[in-house]
């Protein structure tokens, strides 16, 4: 049976350090080699199990990555801890006492582990609520350094009596584990089979670090702990095991997952521990006042102390209730924003069931009118053919077979813009299309002043693209031109076809105000037009539409005045139109 890699990985780490610390302390006797080879290989553990746990750190998940980062945080304190600890024997030779500078250390190092837990890395939540939850790390970190301040550092420095100070450390260095341990525990039964068993593995290793301390503080008051000794080796084990943790969640792959119900009512629990833990203080300040029996120099340090842990902590709380505010500021906005938003939605959905039914009417009244425009056009071309006919009645007839040719395009170009087909790519002429929106749109500019000059320079390569699709997008801009140039009194709307390299290149230039904000004129739901005219979805459905043809859509203001769309569509050069269209089109609307 062949095993994987990372099995591989575990098996050694167990084999090499535990196995092999567990060797030294039953081969080699108590002395300066064992000495120098228990303190570095506690040394070497610690940067294990970092390794393995910042692993899991280069996720998408920003609380994943900082839930795997703060506990790497926890094990690189511990082991600065261990360095003072291997200086004192190693360097200076001599046994480090019960509570020496770096049980401090050695105590810090279970707040981030504690940080770590109550991010709740196995849940999806909101940036925002993640920024609240520093916060929170923030108090319940302030609340313990404090707890140990208040227990501890009065023994040591204002009233010295090491006995007291020891004892002290051990009870809440112990009770700091027990709460980890604790939360671990809890985190088991609450998830599932991939965060269970990754808090499963964390579970064992906390809960085998805390049977250590205790076993080596128990060794320590008996006179029978040394360095390299077998009760070093469950705390050997507990880091390679924390690494192990580390091993099995890259393995896994786990994914933060959506909250239940059930979870979202015990979501809170950071923040409440840290409200418990600052209207704890002044709690243990008239404890310590009022009834405890310590000397009058440890009482007014604790209330000092207390005075300095209350500022500090309502500081933080204010704060954060600042940022909650400023948020709850902002998703109102949001959701007033968001509320307008599908308000115009649904008006452009109601515009749209308008548009298919126009279409519809359009598309019938058009197969209505092409039936006598059809008998119009044969009736026209017998009279034009027909002898009899003299010079001054043949040039009416030839009159009226051209506007009744010019009315059938008209119909035609309605029966394409309104047709509701897929999008069928083909090879198209420009010119063609752009004729044809010019056209269209030309219909109501009657009583307005108002221009459109349809010029072609060139022949122009075909295009790839849906006709239909092209002309919608073609029409759309020149009816927000029109619009523009209709606030602003009139103009002229230039619309121009060139080639340019590789592309086929589409201008329309009005002499309107110009775009307020050119970066946002292709977001969606952003407009300029009062309610009713528009909803600001038009131009972002041209964008998707021009990027679906692989081509670019711009706008920008001319610095003459007005604004300028620019369309690049990709040129296929191997294919020439059969028809150019006229060179120049000069639509002029009295």
Known sequence: ?????????????????????????????????????GEITRCLVPLFANACLLWNAGSPYRRRNAFWILLALGCTIWLAGQMMWTYNELVLHRAAPGVFSGNLVFFLHTIPLMAALALQPHERRLGRVLRYGYLDLAMLALWWVYLYAFLVIPWQTVRPDPSVADEKYFQIYAVANMVFVAGLAVYVLRNRKGWRSVYGHLFGAASTYLLANLAIDWAQMQGKYYTGSLFDVPLVA?????????????????????????????AQWPVRLAMIGVLSMPALAVWSEFVSKTPDAVRHFRLLLTLVGIFIGAAITFFRQYQVEKDRLYLFHESQDALENLKRLQTQFVQAEKLVSLGQLAAGAA?????????????????????????RTRGILEKIREQARRVKRLVMSLQSFARQVPAEK???????????????????????????????????????????????????????????MEEAGGGVLE????????SVVMEFSDGGPGLRDPERVFDPFYTTKPVGKGTGLGLSICYGVVQEHGGKITGYNRPEGGATFRIELPAVLAVLPKIAAPATTLVNVP
């Open 1 to 37: 049976m062949r095993v994987s890699r990372s099995t591989g990985v575990i098996i050694t780490a167990w084999a090499v350090f535990v196995g092999g610390y567990a060797g030294m302390s039953l081969l080699a006797s108590p002395g300066p080699g064992l000495t120098a080879f």
């Open 238 to 266: 507990s880091f390679v095991w924390f690494g192990t943790a580390g091993i099995v969640a890259q393995r896994e792959q786990l994914v933060p997952e959506p909250p239940s119900r059930t979870r979202n009512e015990h």
């Open 495 to 502: 619309v121009s076809a060139v080639r340019e390299k590789q």
């Open 426 to 484: 083909q090879l198209l002429d420009v010119n063609t299309i752009l004729a044809n929106a010019v056209q269209l749109r030309t219909l109501d500019l009657r009583d307005k002043n108002i221009r459109i000059a349809l010029e072609n320079r060139s022949v122009l390569p075909a295009v790839r693209g849906d006709p239909n699709q092209l002309l919608q997008v073609f029409y759309h801009l020149i009816s927000n031109a029109v619009d523009a």
């Open 367 to 391: 197969h209505e009118i092409n039936n006598p425009l059809t008998a119009i056009l044969g009736f026209a071309d017998v009279l034009v053919d027909a002898e009899t006919t003299d010079e």
